[in-house]
T-cell receptor, first 113, second 113 residues
Framework: GAGVSQSPRYKVAKRGQDVALRCDPISGHVSLFWYQQALGQGPEFLTY????????KSGLPSDRFFAERPEGSVSTLKIQRTQQEDSAVYLCASSHDRGQPQHFGDGTRLSIL | KQEVTQIPAALSVPEGENLVLNCSFT??????LQWFRQDPGKGLTSLLL?????REQTSGRLNASLDKSSGRSTLYIAASQPGDSATYLC????????????FGSGTRLLVRP
């Protein structure tokens, strides 16, 4: 596709459930980023991939958060044992390379009940 | 630690007014600064990117300025239109050309017809 695609657009889960969020980057983009955006706030960095290698996961809030990009294209952000404070919009972005402008998807809005 | 602040948090203006959005950052050692637009339920659209060596960038009715020494940037919107209603976010990239974007909390703009 022409842009970064994220699915699902909306996800509602009960506290304690596991969720998986998917990101399809722009074809050929080497770098992929995940951000978390709380209501009324700017996005905050979670993790960064260069191809299939996860080079920075310093922004992941806890060990319940896990991200992968096994073939260097599609990425999945998994949250285990979800808690209410995990409710947020999760944005994915990709770029040609790490220093190039990042292109954002429309995000997945996660609500934990 | 780099912190980015945007003032005001919200702004409502009548159509046709010229307006200024403000962004300040605490560490002047930046690589570049970027202004984004975010519509409700959507991802981020890049508006203007200013490299650290530049003073301003213009695109149509938008003009962004950068004063690194004082840690400030402004986004000027001329002849505002209802279609300009959105949240405007500024983000800085660290001076070591880090891939991380550090965002402010945004300014929610409403342009009244």
């Amino acid at each position: 596709g022409a842009g970064v695609s994220q699915s699902p657009r909306y996800k509602v889960a009960k506290r304690g459930q596991d969720v998986a969020l998917r990101c399809d980057p722009i074809s050929g983009h080497v770098s992929l980023f995940w951000y978390q955006q709380a209501l009324g706030q700017g996005p905050e960095f979670l993790t960064y991939f260069q191809n299939e290698a996860q080079l920075d996961k310093s922004g992941l809030p806890s060990d319940r958060f896990f991200a992968e990009r096994p073939e260097g294209s599609v990425s999945t952000l998994k949250i285990q044992r979800t808690q209410q404070e995990d409710s947020a919009v999760y944005l994915c972005a990709s770029s040609h390379d790490r220093g190039q402008p990042q292109h954002f998807g429309d995000g997945t809005r996660l609500s934990i009940l | 630690k780099q912190e980015v602040t945007q003032i005001p948090a919200a702004l409502s203006v009548p159509e046709g007014e010229n307006l200024v959005l403000n962004c300040s950052f605490t560490d002047s050692a930046i690589y570049n600064l970027q202004w984004f637009r975010q519509d409700p339920g959507k991802g981020l659209t890049s508006l203007l990117l200013i490299q650290s060596s530049q003073r301003e960038q213009t695109s149509g009715r938008l003009n962004a300025s950068l004063d690194k020494s004082s840690g400030r940037s402004t986004l000027y919107i001329a002849a505002s239109q209802p279609g300009d209603s959105a949240t405007y976010l500024c983000a800085v990239r660290r001076g070591d050309s880090s891939y991380k974007l550090i965002f402010g909390s945004g300014t929610r703009l409403l342009v009244r017809p």
